[in-house]
Each structure stands twice: as C-alpha cells, then as structure tokens.
T-cell receptor
Framework: KNEVEQSPQNLTAQEGEFITINCSYS?????LHWLQQHPGGGIVSLFM???GKKKHGRLIATINIQEKHSSLHITASHPRDSAVYIC??????????FGTGTRLQVTL | GAGVSQSPSNKVTEKGKDVELRCDPI?????LYWYRQRLGQGLEFLIY????????KSGLPSDRFSAERTGESVSTLTIQRTQQEDSAVYLC??????????????FGPGTRLLVL
C-alpha cells in the first residue's frame, strides 16, 4: 500500500463545476503539499499546510490531521485548471513522498 | 528573481553511456532535492542535499547513480552506464529548509532523458 493515496485517478468536469480531489496518507508528517503539473511537465506548489484550511483564489485546501486526510477543492472550474494535481507529504527531513496524481480535464 | 533552472532540457543517449544532469537552485536555498518521474508513473525521491552534504541518498536506485553539490549551489546528477529503464524526467527542487519539513519546494522544469 502506498504511503500517499489519491482519488480519483482521473476526473472530467464541465466548466463551472465544483471539484474535489482527495488524499489520504498513512505516515506521520510535518506538512502536506498540493502540487499542480501542467502538460508541459512543470510543477508548481499550490499549497503547503499542516493544519486547518488554506484558500487561494478559487482553490481551497483542507487537512484533517487526526484522520490523515486532505482535500483540494476547485470552485467554478475552468478549462485552464486542466492539469495533474499531486498530493505529497513531507516529514522533518523535508523530502516529499508523492501520491500518484489526479488527472483533471475541464471541458467547456 | 530567477527560479530553479536545469540543463539540458532534453537528453538522448545510447545505452551504456554516462550522462550528467545539472541543477541551479534558487540563490540562498540551502536544501536541494532530486526527483524522478518515469513515463506514466508518479514522482519518486532520489537524493536530498543540505548545503553540500547529502544526508539522505535513500532514493538512488543503484550505484550507477551519484550526485554532488558544490558551493551550496549547483548540483550535478550523474548516471553511469545508462540503461533504458533510466529514461525519465529528472526534476530538481530547492527550498530554504529552515522549518523542518514545513517549507515550500520550488521545482525546476526538468531534464527529459531518453536512453536508446
């Protein structure tokens, strides 16, 4: 069993829909990271959180430490949100352990 | 300011040849990480530098892989006697590494390696 599990693996949504991607982990962590990888391959850090909730524009990330679970929400989705979203966790050593990613396609 | 840069962006080599991949982290970032993403697979950790030391090399897949960092800056990942299974995108990331795992990592654009 992987230390970081994401669901769903693939997600197709219509423009304007509310999207949720889930991440569960089985190890102790210092922080959980949500990353975005565009088709060209570049990776951008969206959020790093160790408790509670963070919001940036239409993106919201939450984490429940007791349940070892995090969610990434996208409100009013847009085709430009199409990308692979990756959940990763870091311990005190800072290296990241990654989930397998969720491929999101937002259509008009 | 400049982000993390990597070179070359693409590398095609023949099986058995050695390759060197370079990473220039963000200036002042003491932590540097190498990751690998094989086609259709998730990202995997290779090695972590704190300054010029590598306290965690646990992800290096074999002794054909080595890495060094100098001047608390540029890092080179070397793969000797390349094999076809080494084909992947090799990503470098850097961070300030001041907060014990609670810092954002900034990724470079990657080097796409193809071993024929």
């Amino acid at each position: 069993k992987n230390e970081v599990e994401q669901s769903p693996q693939n997600l197709t949504a219509q423009e304007g829909e509310f999207i949720t991607i889930n991440c569960s982990y089985s190890v102790g962590i210092s922080a959980l990271h949500w990353l975005q990888q565009h088709p060209g391959g570049g990776i951008v850090s969206l959020f790093m959180l160790s408790s509670g909730k963070k919001k940036h524009g239409r993106l919201i990330a939450t984490i429940n430490i007791q349940e070892k679970h995090s969610s990434l929400h996208i409100t009013a989705s847009h085709p430009r949100d199409s990308a692979v979203y990756i959940c990763a966790v870091s311990g005190t050593a800072s290296k990241l352990t990654f989930g397998t990613g969720t491929r999101l396609q937002v259509t008009l | 300011g400049a982000g993390v840069s990597q070179s070359p962006s693409n590398k095609v080599t023949e099986k058995g040849k050695d390759v060197e991949l370079r990473c220039d982290p963000i200036s002042g970032h003491t932590a540097l990480y190498w990751y690998r993403q094989r086609l259709g697979q998730g990202l995997e950790f290779l090695i972590y530098f704190q300054g010029n030391s590598a306290p965690d090399k646990s992800g290096l897949p074999s002794d054909r892989f080595s890495a060094e960092r100098t001047g608390e800056s540029v890092s080179t990942l070397t793969i000797q006697r390349t094999q076809q299974e080494d084909s992947a995108v090799y990503l470098c990331a850097s961070s300030l590494a001041r907060y014990g795992g609670k810092e954002t990592q900034y990724f470079g654009p990657g080097t796409r390696l193809l071993v024929l």
